[in-house]
């Protein structure tokens, strides 16, 4: 069975510039959340999806922005890209309702230069 | 003050011992409860789930829950080289965000 699948799983952005990071979920989860990790905050939250619907969301600014579709795939974006969002950006999905279990992908390490 | 509280370590055992971790949490509506390793550069990987109080256990891994001193932990039998990674707590209250602790980095020297 395949794991949560996170492209792409490196990239380097310009200062101002905007990314879109894309997370497929195990099949047949429907619920998908977003993590920043870095070494000084650790995991934060950012958003959940389930069934196309924000349910949750982080403390971030509006740059950061996400999405579901009806196939349960989610993407995030990030706008004005500024030096502090470089991270590695996690998803995890859930079976059913978020309360379940949740599996993280492999992350997409995104740095801004 | 965070919501979840977890010691940054590192914790160094000898191969063979075991690892003892915990989390403490401010939040009494936490229901859900889970422990994550993570290796350098990789995604967190679920270890273990508990809902509500009460111990689990999955091979060489126990995880207890003490809802009345909002206190968890997770234990590591036998341990091995392998399992030197960072261990992270995460917990939830029922349609909340997961909150995660800030990891315990483990070092098991052969």
């Known amino acids: 069975k395949a794991g949560v699948t996170q492209t792409p799983r490196y990239l380097i952005k310009t200062r101002g510039q905007q990314v879109t990071l894309s997370c497929s979920p195990i099949?047949?989860?429907?619920?998908v959340s977003w993590y920043q990790q870095t070494p000084g905050q650790g995991l934060q939250f950012l958003f959940e999806?389930?069934?196309?619907?924000?349910?949750n969301k982080g403390n971030f600014p509006g740059r950061f922005s996400g999405r579901q579709f009806s196939n349960s795939r989610s993407e995030m974006n990030v706008s004005t890209l500024e030096l502090g969002d470089s991270a590695l950006y996690l998803c995890?999905?859930?079976?059913?309702?978020?309360?379940?279990?949740?599996?993280f992908g492999q992350g997409t390490r995104l740095t801004v230069v | 003050q965070k919501e979840v509280e977890q010691d940054p370590g590192p914790l160094s055992v000898p191969e063979g011992a075991i690892v003892s971790l915990n989390c403490t949490y401010s939040?009494?509506?936490?229901?859900?409860f889970m422990w994550y390793r993570q290796y350098s550069r990789k995604g967190p990987e679920l270890l273990m789930y508990?809902?509500?109080?009460g111990n689990k256990e999955d091979g060489r891994f126990t995880a207890q829950v003490d809802k009345s001193s909002k206190y968890i932990s997770l234990f590591i039998r036998d341990s091995q080289p392998s399992d030197s990674a960072t261990y992270l707590c995460?917990?939830?209250?029922?349609?909340?965000?997961?909150?995660f602790g800030g990891g315990t980095r483990v070092l098991v020297k052969p």
């Open positions: 995890a999905s859930s079976l059913l309702e978020p309360n379940t279990e949740a599996f």
């Open positions: 099949s047949g989860h429907r619920s």
């Open positions: 999806y389930f069934s196309e619907t924000q349910r």
């Open positions: 939040n009494s509506a936490f229901q859900y």
């Open positions: 508990t809902y509500s109080s």
């Open positions: 995460a917990m939830r209250a029922a349609g909340n965000k997961l909150t």
